[in-house]
């Protein structure tokens, strides 16, 4: 594969066989520390619940989340969401395991996610907050053409963390 070549990921449904490679995956202080609800240490029974819980939820029927798999070579590496679905709106969070970093994967998964969401969910906004610094993310969000648009403070724990906003508007 040359360098400029993307390796090739499907965007799919959750699967109850995905709890392993997200486990793998997710024990990672780096995602940990570039994300807002995913903890640290991360095991195997974080998975199945996470996955319990997306698969209750489904995805035939107005929820107030929609989780996705980026997947390669079969294996779950990373996760693509719509959360607070509310009134054509939500909020677009996302992980990627770090071997898969700096790839374009992200950026190629959020421009068809992008476009999903709005042909698809009939969302007309979407928002994502990301940490200041997360300079890597907020780079992926001017590539797939996210505007920014602010500043806010999230809560992680008990602690107060500065992030920039960032929306795509349908028009």
């Given at each position: ?6 390796i090739?990921?499907t965007i799919?449904?959750v ?6 490679s997200l ?8 995602i940990?520390?570039h994300t807002?609800?995913?903890h ?9 619940d996470?996955?319990k ?6 995805y035939?029927?107005?929820?107030p989340?929609?989780?996705?798999i980026?997947?390669?070579?079969g294996?779950?590496?990373g ?11 939500a ?11 700096n790839?374009?994967i ?6 068809h996610?992008t ?10 906004k ?13 780079k992926?969000m001017?590539?797939c ?5 602010g500043k ?5 724990k008990?602690e ?12």
């Amino acid at each position: 594969m040359n360098k400029n070549e993307l390796i090739e990921f499907t965007i799919r449904k959750v699967r109850t066989e995905d709890a392993e490679s997200l486990a793998k995956y997710l024990n990672n202080k780096k995602i940990y520390e570039h994300t807002l609800i995913v903890h640290f240490p991360y095991n195997l029974q974080n998975a199945k619940d996470w996955i319990k819980e997306t698969l209750e939820m489904g995805y035939d029927k107005p929820v107030p989340y929609l989780n996705f798999i980026i997947e390669i070579h079969g294996e779950a590496v990373g996760v693509i969401s719509l959360e607070q679905i509310a009134e054509k709106e939500a909020e677009l969070g996302y992980w990627l395991a770090e071997k898969y970093w700096n790839q374009g994967i992200m950026t190629e998964a959020i421009k068809h996610f992008t476009k999903y969401a709005f042909d698809k969910v009939g969302l007309k906004k979407i928002t994502v907050p990301i940490f200041t610094s997360n300079v890597a993310s907020q780079k992926v969000m001017e590539k797939c053409g996210y505007k920014k648009v602010g500043k806010k403070e999230l809560s992680k724990k008990d602690e107060k963390i500065p992030a920039l906003v960032f929306v795509f508007e349908k028009n």
